[in-house]
């Protein structure tokens, strides 16, 4: 039991996760700690004093897995742009043309490599570092040669089909002196991907690193580029619904390309994308990329403020009716104008339009200007409404505020719950465990396996169906339909009661109005107001809850977006206050 | 950038792993002071979804087995298992202990699981870690004593107890001791089976020889068995039953009567009034004076005034001979009448009216009125209410009848008890009811100058 001899044996024990281990009598590595004993033996290097069986017996192990474990050479951005294929191919089954994938993000992709130097330019960053000592002696190969592959055709991954003059062989021909095998044995820190250790380490002031999330950063360019007809709420909505590789994407790598220990912090993430991040995070990208103004978006464009008024009218079930409204505000406020919506990432302040929220904000400040939201008067109104849909059961019924409210409530809860549901039960963990370093590697396949086993057990006690299906892709949550039985729908009902004539055109019939926030914040922290819910009424506080459920975003930054354009729909009124707070200050 | 910083974290609580794995033994944790670090080391950031889910995928668990929705539980049970692959350290040493109750839990009350189920989810759970075997080993065995399989519980408590680890901590030694325990606790019933078969057995058979051989060697295993465990502080109460009961059989009384003395007054130990109930009961077998018992009774009357006991007690103290232990009758029964628990205990009732008189006639009026004084205000209501009086008489005339003895002296001839008693008119009872009137006038502490 010589404890010097087993030194070089550095797994952690699969029991106690210590890494200290003896020999057996036998040629076995025993922890010391636990006492367990591994499969795994001393490999005898002398050989003439044990019979030849014996050897056979005991040489297993450690020189093959390692070269099995040595996949292939590849780079942190490839991995990136096997990630974003992917994206790529799962927006076209859902629907969005071909040339997004082929022509708009492979542009943006590229032009990031070049932006970021890590391709198409002169001395990309993979060179720099080791040129004293590499290129050196091999003159014959340029920068050029040995930076990665990423000029091979977008639409055609090139991990998975190898052709003749694939990259593949390509690279297995690149000599790099400084083997990648030695440099991951000797440092503790190691990373499946070539530069996996220098990215994470790599901080150059101006570079916009390429992350998880900003994945979806490109994503949503593209389809922002083409017009598509997914918003940024859909898109990550799709994301989390798991129709969209985000969450363990690296599973889909080819077998080949490993991912360990650094490769972990780059591509494993253990959260949803969140709004207001990805969305900063576009910006942010469309600025480094130095982007050209974006295509117009015009009355026709499914972004443009008055079709998703309309979609989402019809999503939370309320009155056609009240298109005519949603499409004043939206032309008193200006928010329809082309050169308001149209992102231009060089603009002095680039800035882009929030369509979805903004939208939906058009919606609850026409149900302010309809109903009030106080608490009281939409409940005046929907008592008289209700008393003449009893008496003319004919005639188109009116809208009632109350019924609405009961019926969206009670489908609402219904939705969130099993939402939470589903969360609760969403399967982070990939197939392929992710370790940091080799020595971790037994111990995490080995919780790998038992967490495996362990569920098969539960599995068991279950139903045979699997209780959470997929859901299809859909850009409507809800679905109503006209005609219903159980009079669910609301889409047909009219406003009358609510509006009256003033000469040829109808007016709303309630003239008070209150505003979300009156005094916005000016400090530099960017907040523009802050929710307290409890300072609002109950029904704003649904129709704010349903709206953000709706979008999978915070409720404080649809009040936001509802206070901002209140500021445009009032200007007169805020730039009062604005004046009577100077003339105090001048008096002062 | 943001996610190599977190990475870097990661891989130092990694490494760190080892180390907790090892030293996390010392019986000192504070979960608290955990999260606090937990907090500090992601830098105040937002935890991560998959924490968030996680969490509430516990919550849904702990919901659905309340609301005994065993399929629902386990089908969170299996997204919860995730857990056990959680970068961070500490949340993921603390799961398999949290799995393996939830789980056992689910297991036992699912109707699609099974022992076989159970048993490999038991062992699977042992090792997961180090630290969870012998709980687990021990929760194991007890399921299985739990459906009547005594010689796998047997095997399995075995097993655990030479379970081979690093260094033993000391929170591990009184979970082995526990295991040897209960082993022992087996082996002791195996003992008490035999010793029942013993009985039906002639004394001159060949068998019973062999019988009480075999008995023999049990009891020395148990014996080692058990007794590790009743040293350490602890309430021990069934362990210690079954031990005296062995050493009794075997006449090692002096043993027997250690072991009771030191589970009952060793400070180390917490309060228990079963072991002096114990050590009361092996005396009153063994025959021992009076005044060692009342003794053992006085440290029981302290912990519990209530136990029943106290009467058993308070006859002791009636017969001794000095003043102080006669003066402990009379608070003794008055302790008992305190709680509503006995307020229907007709032995403590005739027991008080009998002493109050005899006490009365040996002229201790002060007795009583030390006693009565802090008790006349609330015991009228409590005892002698009318609402009371009708209903003692309604169900057990002859409760009745000793309270309104007791009303009567304590509260005079005007309280409302006695009054209602007295104006019945009951056949067979009419005697009885004149000799308490009778009573009444002659013992009433109420103006006893009258």
Same mark, same amino acid.
């Given at each position: 039991m010589d404890l010097e001899e087993a030194k070089e044996f550095k797994e952690r024990c699969t029991q106690c996760a210590a890494v200290s281990w003896g020999l057996t009598d036998e040629g076995k590595y025993y922890c010391t700690s636990c006492h367990n004993v591994t499969e795994r033996s001393k490999e005898v290097i002398n050989t003439?004093?044990?019979?030849?069986?014996?050897?056979?017996?005991?040489?297993?192990?450690?020189?093959?897995?390692?070269?099995?474990?040595?996949? +292939?050479? +590849?780079?942190?951005c490839e991995g990136f742009q096997q990630i974003l294929y992917q994206q790529a191919e799962a927006l076209k089954t859902l629907g969005v043309g071909?040339?997004?994938?082929?022509?708009?993000?492979?542009n943006f992709w590229k032009r990031y490599l070049q932006k970021s130097k890590q391709a198409y330019c002169k001395n990309p960053v993979y060179i720099r570092g080791r040129k004293a000592t590499v290129l050196e002696d091999n003159p014959s190969h340029s920068d050029w040669d040995s930076e990665p592959d990423v000029l091979s055709d977008f639409s055609c991954p090139s991990f998975v089909e190898s052709g003749p003059d694939s990259q593949l062989d390509s690279r297995t021909q690149k000599p790099f002196p400084i083997s990648k095998a030695s440099q991951s044995e000797t440092a503790s820190i190691c990373s499946g991907s070539l530069d996996g250790v220098e990215y994470s380490l790599r901080k150059e002031k101006g570079i916009v690193k390429m992350t998880m999330p900003r994945t979806l950063a490109f994503c949503y360019l593209s389809l922002l580029w083409q017009r598509e007809t997914i918003t940024l709420s859909d898109l990550l909505r799709f994301v989390e619904e798991g129709h969209i590789p985000y969450?363990?994407?690296?599973?889909?790598?080819?077998?080949? #390309?490993?991912?360990?220990?650094?490769?972990?912090?780059?591509?494993? /993430?253990?959260? +949803?994308?969140?709004?207001?991040?990805?969305?900063?995070? #576009?910006?942010?990208?469309?600025?480094?990329?130095?982007?050209?103004?974006?295509?117009? /978006?015009?009355?026709?464009?499914?972004?443009?403020?008055?079709?998703?008024? #309309?979609?989402?009218?019809m999503e939370v079930n309320l009155p056609d009716e009240m298109n005519d409204l949603t499409y004043q505000v939206v032309k008193m406020t200006g928010i329809g104008e082309v050169d308001f919506l149209t992102f231009d990432p060089i603009a002095k302040m680039a800035k882009t339009v929030k369509y979805d929220i903004q939208a939906v904000a058009v919606i609850v400040i026409v149900l302010k200007l309809l109903f009030l939201l106080d608490d009281n008067l939409e409940w005046t109104l929907s008592n008289i409404a209700e008393k003449y849909n009893?008496?003319?059961?004919?005639? &188109?019924?009116?809208?009632?505020?109350?019924?609405?409210y009961q019926v969206m409530k009670k489908s609402i809860d219904e939705k969130k719950q099993k939402w939470e549901e589903a969360r609760a039960k969403y399967v982070w963990k990939s197939e392929k465990p992710l370790y940091h370093s080799s020595i971790d590697r037994a111990v995490v396949y080995k919780r790998r396996e038992m967490v495996v086993s362990l569920q098969k057990q539960f599995s068991a006690l279950t139903d045979s169906a699997p209780t959470v299906e997929k859901k299809s892709p859909s850009s409507f949550q809800f679905n109503w339909?006209?005609?219903?039985?159980?009079?669910?729908?609301?889409?047909?009902?009219?406003?009358?009661?609510?509006l009256k004539k003033k000469g040829q055109s109808l007016t709303? &019939? $309630?003239?008070?109005? +209150?505003?979300?926030?009156?005094?916005?914040?000016?400090?530099?922290?960017?907040?523009?107001?802050?929710?307290?819910?409890? $300072?609002?009424?109950?029904?704003?506080q649904f129709v704010i809850n349903l709206f953000s459920f709706l979008l999978r975003i915070k409720a404080s930054s649809l009040h936001e977006e509802v206070s901002l354009i209140e500021k445009r729909l009032f200007k007169r009124k805020y730039s009062k206050t604005k004046k009577k707070s100077r003339s105090r200050k001048r008096r002062k | 950038m943001s996610d190599f910083s977190e990475e870097l974290i990661g891989s130092k609580t990694e490494d760190e792993q080892e180390e907790s794995y090892v030293f996390s033994g010392t019986g000192m944790s504070f979960p608290w002071l955990q999260n606090h670090i937990g907090t500090i080391a992601t830098g105040g950031k937002k935890e991560k979804d998959f924490a968030q889910t996680t969490s509430a995928c516990l919550s849904f668990i702990q919901e659905a087995l309340l609301k005994h929705q065993w399929q629902q539980a386990a089908e969170y049970m299996h997204s919860y298992l995730q857990i056990l692959e959680d970068s961070d350290s500490h949340k993921r040493q603390a799961a398999p202990e949290i799995i393996w109750k939830l789980g056992s839990e689910i297991l036992f009350y699912h109707p699609k699981s099974n022992m076989e189920t159970f048993n490999t989810f038991a062992d699977r759970m042992k090792n997961i870690g180090v630290m969870n075997y012998l709980k687990i080993s021990l929760q194991h065995a007890l399921y299985l004593v739990h459906h009547g399989m005594l010689e796998d519980a047997n095997r399995n408590l075995s097993?655990?107890?030479?379970?081979?680890?690093?260094?033993?901590?000391? !929170?591990?030694? @009184?979970?082995?001791?526990?295991?040897?325990?209960?082993?022992?606790?087996?082996?002791?019933?195996?003992? !008490?089976? =035999? =010793?029942?078969?013993?009985?039906?057995?002639?004394?001159?058979?060949?068998?019973?020889?062999?019988? !009480?051989? !075999?008995?023999?060697?049990?009891?020395?295993?148990?014996?080692?068995?058990?007794?590790?465990?009743?040293?350490?502080?602890?309430?021990?109460d069934p362990f210690v039953k079954s031990y005296v009961e062995m050493l009794?059989?075997?006449?090692?009384?002096?043993?027997?009567?250690?072991?009771?003395?030191?589970?009952?007054?060793?400070?180390?130990?917490?309060?228990?009034?079963?072991?002096? @109930?114990?050590?009361?009961?092996?005396?009153?077998?063994?025959?021992?004076?009076?005044?060692?018992?009342?003794?053992?009774?006085?440290?029981?009357?302290?912990?519990?005034?209530?136990h029943k006991l106290m009467l058993e007690f308070h006859r002791l103290l009636g017969k001794s001979e000095k003043e102080d232990h006669r003066k402990l009758g009379l608070e003794v029964l008055f302790g008992v009448l305190d709680f509503a628990g006995c307020t229907k205990n007709i032995t403590a009732w005739k027991y008080l009216a009998k002493y109050l008189r005899q006490i009365l006639m040996g002229n201790h009026l002060a007795w009583v009125q030390e006693e009565w004084n802090s008790r006349k205000n609330w015991w009228p209501d409590f005892h002698f209410s009318s609402f009371w009086a009708k209903s003692d008489w309604k169900e057990d005339k002859a409760l009745a009848c000793e309270k309104a003895l007791v009303a009567g002296i304590l509260l005079g001839k005007g309280c409302r008890y006695f009054r209602f008693i007295s104006k019945q008119d009951d056949e067979v009872l009419r005697k009885k009811i004149k000799r308490i009137k009778k009573s009444v006038e002659n013992h009433s502490i109420v103006n006893p100058g009258l």
């Open positions: 003439g004093a044990i019979p030849n069986t014996k050897i056979q017996a005991i040489n297993r192990g450690l020189k093959r897995k390692r070269k099995l474990e040595k996949g +292939w050479d +590849w780079y942190v071909p040339e997004l994938k082929d022509e708009v993000l492979h969450i363990n994407a690296f599973q889909h790598f080819p077998e080949e #390309m490993k991912l360990y220990g650094r490769d972990k912090g780059i591509f494993a /993430i253990e959260s +949803w994308p969140a709004y207001e991040d990805i969305y900063k995070k #576009m910006i942010e990208i469309a600025k480094f990329l130095d982007l050209p103004r974006f295509p117009d /978006i015009t009355e026709d464009c499914y972004l443009h403020p008055d079709i998703l008024c #309309m979609k989402y009218l009893e008496k003319n059961k004919e005639d &188109k019924p009116w809208f009632d505020f109350r019924k609405w339909t006209e005609g219903d039985s159980a009079g669910t729908c609301f889409h047909g009902h009219s406003l009358q009661g609510i709303i &019939k $309630n003239s008070l109005y +209150w505003l979300s926030t009156q005094k916005f914040c000016r400090s530099y922290c960017k907040h523009v107001t802050t929710y307290e819910e409890s $300072n609002f009424s109950l029904s704003y | 097993h655990a107890e030479t379970w081979r680890y690093g260094e033993k901590s000391s !929170s591990q030694e @009184v979970l082995i001791n526990l295991i040897q325990a209960y082993k022992g606790l087996l082996q002791y019933y195996t003992w !008490s089976k =035999k =010793k029942l078969e013993l009985s039906t057995l002639d004394e001159d058979d060949y068998a019973y020889n062999a019988a !009480s051989q !075999s008995m023999l060697n049990h009891s020395c295993k148990t014996s080692v068995n058990l007794g590790a465990l009743i040293q350490t502080p602890g309430v021990w009794e059989f075997y006449g090692d009384r002096d043993g027997a009567r250690e072991v009771l003395t030191n589970y009952a007054y060793d400070e180390k130990f917490p309060s228990n009034p079963n072991a002096h @109930v114990y050590l009361y009961n092996f005396l009153k077998r063994e025959k021992a004076p009076r005044e060692k018992l009342i003794s053992v009774l006085k440290i029981l009357y302290q912990i519990v005034p209530s």
